[in-house]
């Protein structure tokens, strides 16, 4: 099989497909499989063209090359609209996608008939989605990160820090949803020193966590009244909560905005998937920030990419199963791994999520049928 790993276009995403250590693997599993790496590919994050080359893979010049030549093209972030273009029938595309987001997106994998391969709706065998997991972890840590960066006031906050110091006190931060990215935030944050809050609407799965058992963090129902509790003199809101292949609720209204300190912030992880706070919208890298109501807004979707070289470790470590087993096997026989049928996101023409094809009154197409 050709397999093509392209540059990322998404702004300052620095993340790779495959790490060359893994291209490796991938070779090593058929000698016969042409690797095609666009040039400078992990330059930025310490992969060069040589350990790619060194690897088994083919440096070409330019993406439209890698893109037109592969018949299996692995890629981390969505396809922007300018490598529409590229999408065909023939090709199996695996990346994340986050396409309950983009009806642009959809139907252009519709428009295509691309077979596409979703790793963030991959169940897994025990349910942990073990592609997505990772990138979460990676996104709540560094969530915490920016919240105490943001406070800074050379960077748009009121100039707190986020521990406070003998006589000052922390900042209070409340963590929307208590799920990989959520707790993985808290643990970052307590490790700072904040006052840390946790709202989520299954307190009983969150219970069992070590910061909640160790009394480190406060967790409240995610109700109305809880909401009111924890945001009264909040610094700053980390917003964590995903539903799977569907829009995210708003869990927290801009009336709400109103309880938080003036010159609070917000970074919403889940922008990726329309956000859990009523007032973000997607932002960039180059422009992150915007202000509603004396409140900074953080809404980058791609935050992972600028820590790309932990990320593209852990992305394509988790990514191998599948892709090796669609290289030497074919896509089909991925999706009867365990736990691995919802990985299929679009097919000839339809779209393989139920909830992104009703949404979008798009064609949907059961990958369970495919697979008979």
């Known amino acids: 099989m050709i397999i093509g ?49 060194q690897a088994g893979a083919e ?3 330019n993406a439209s090359t890698v893109w037109e030549k592969s018949e299996l093209l692995v890629k981390c972030k969505e396809p922007l609209e300018d490598e529409y273009k590229y999408l065909r029938k023939d090709m199996v595309l695996y990346s994340f996608l986050d396409l309950a987001y983009s009806k642009e997106l959809a139907q252009a994998l519709v428009d295509s008939k691309v077979t596409s391969i979703c790793g963030e709706t991959i169940p ?3 349910g942990n989605y073990p592609v997505l997991f990772p990138m979460s972890e990676v996104a709540g840590k560094l969530a915490a990160q920016l919240v105490a960066e943001y406070f800074c006031t050379n960077r748009g906050g009121r100039g707190i820090l986020i521990g406070g110091c003998a006589g000052v ?23 700072m020193g904040a006052d840390v809050w946790v709202l989520d609407i299954d307190v009983h799965r969150v219970a069992t966590h070590p910061l909640v058992i160790e009394n480190k963090v406060k967790l409240l ?21 995903l ?24 970074v919403d992880v889940a922008c990726d998937l329309g956000g859990c706070i009523e007032t973000i919208h997607q932002t960039n890298h180059d422009d992150p920030t915007y202000y509603v109501d004396g409140i900074l807004h953080y809404g980058v ?16 470590n988790e990514s191998m199963p599948y892709v090796l087993t669609i290289a030497n096997s074919g896509w089909k026989e991925m999706l009867k791994m365990p736990g691995a049928l919802m990985g299929l996101n679009a097919y000839d023409g339809k779209i393989g999520l139920k909830t992104v094809a009703d949404a979008f009154k798009l064609p949907y197409v059961d990958a369970a049928t495919l697979i008979k």
């Open 169 to 191: 006190p922390p900042a209070r931060v409340v963590v929307v949803g208590g799920g990989v990215v959520g707790m993985n935030a808290a643990k970052t944050l307590v490790g």
């Open 59 to 61: 440096v070409l010049a």
């Open 5 to 53: 790993i392209p540059k990322e276009t998404m702004n300052h995403e620095h993340r790779v497909g495959l790490i060359p250590s893994d291209v490796a693997r991938l070779k090593q599993s058929n000698p016969k499989h042409q690797i095609l790496v666009q040039k400078s590919l992990g330059e930025e994050i310490g992969f060069t063209d040589e350990m790619y080359a």
């Open 221 to 241: 129902y995610a109700t109305q009244e809880g909401i009111q509790t924890a945001l009264k003199g909040a610094d700053a809101i980390v917003g964590a909560v």
């Open 124 to 126: 897994g065998p025990k």
């Open 301 to 316: 979707p791609n935050m992972p990419g600028v820590v790309a070289k932990t990320a593209s470790i852990c992305y394509s």
């Open 243 to 266: 539903v799977t292949a569907t829009a995210t609720p708003k869990v927290i209204k801009r009336e709400h905005l109103k309880l938080m300190n003036k010159g609070g912030v917000i």
